[in-house]
């Protein structure tokens, strides 16, 4: 176990609807990444949060959004979302505000299947 | 900009025998790691080992060790005496405000 927890485990909707994916960090990391994993494009940044602030974007659509709370919890949202947004989405934690330095533990990811 | 290219799409081992997972980078950045994980079936990825470029040594956890050749820019994961639980996908990966992946590698452990 990581210590990083991704809710849901697995989300099927349709094709124009609005999910919001949850993570909560390693106790004691501050840092929450965001990937997604997609059988064409791999495995892809998409955004970092470092105790709620946003310290870089990577492929991210307009469409996807992220925010950190005060609890350090992440949210990442997608709207009108497209067959092609069906991926497994990572988080992942730790404890750097600068970098996935030396540890980079992933949550078990949850995966997005829209129909 | 990082890079990481993994050649070997799929691996085969006997239980017992040793692999070498091969991987090679590119990195503009001075000071840089490197990184393995394992995703298995199940689809969760699980952090194996991590090499940083000015470690004189090479990592080593259990049964997982990096063979870190910085000179020809290669940082291969060998795993010693394989288990049948090995067989998994294995991305090598870089960055440090990000993680840049390679295209993974699926090793196949069989009895």
């Known amino acids: 176990d990581s210590g990083v927890t991704q809710t849901p485990k697995h989300l099927i909707t349709a094709t124009g609807q609005r999910v919001t994916l949850r993570c909560s960090p390693r106790?004691?990391?501050?840092?929450v990444y965001w990937y997604q994993q997609s059988l064409d494009q791999g495995l892809q940044f998409l955004i970092h949060?470092?105790?709620?602030?946003?310290?870089a974007k990577g492929n991210i659509l307009e469409r996807f959004s992220a925010q950190q709370f005060p609890d350090l919890h992440s949210e990442l949202n997608l709207s009108s979302l497209e067959l092609g947004d069906s991926a497994l989405y990572f988080c992942?934690?730790?404890?750097?505000?600068?970098?996935?330095?030396?540890?980079?533990?992933f949550g078990q990811g949850t995966r997005l299947t829209v129909v | 900009a990082q890079k990481i290219t993994q050649t070997q799409p799929g691996m085969f081992v006997q239980e017992k025998e040793a692999v070498t997972l091969d991987c090679t980078y590119d990195?503009?950045?001075?000071?840089?790691?490197l990184f393995w994980y394992k995703q298995p079936s199940s689809g969760e990825m699980i952090f194996l080992i991590y090499?940083?470029?000015?470690?004189?040594q090479n990592a080593t956890e259990g049964r997982y060790s990096l063979n870190f050749q910085k000179a020809r820019k290669s940082a291969n994961l060998v795993i010693s005496a394989s288990q049948l639980g090995d067989s998994a996908m294995y991305f090598c990966?870089?960055?440090?405000?990000?993680?840049?992946f390679g295209t993974g590698t699926r090793l196949l452990v069989s009895p």
């Open positions: 090499q940083g470029s000015y470690d004189q």
């Open positions: 106790s004691g990391d501050l840092s």
């Open positions: 949060y470092y105790n709620g602030e946003e310290r």
């Open positions: 990195t503009s950045d001075p000071s840089y790691g």
């Open positions: 992942a934690s730790s404890v750097h505000s600068t970098g996935m330095n030396t540890e980079a533990f």
């Open positions: 990966a870089t960055g440090f405000q990000k993680l840049v």
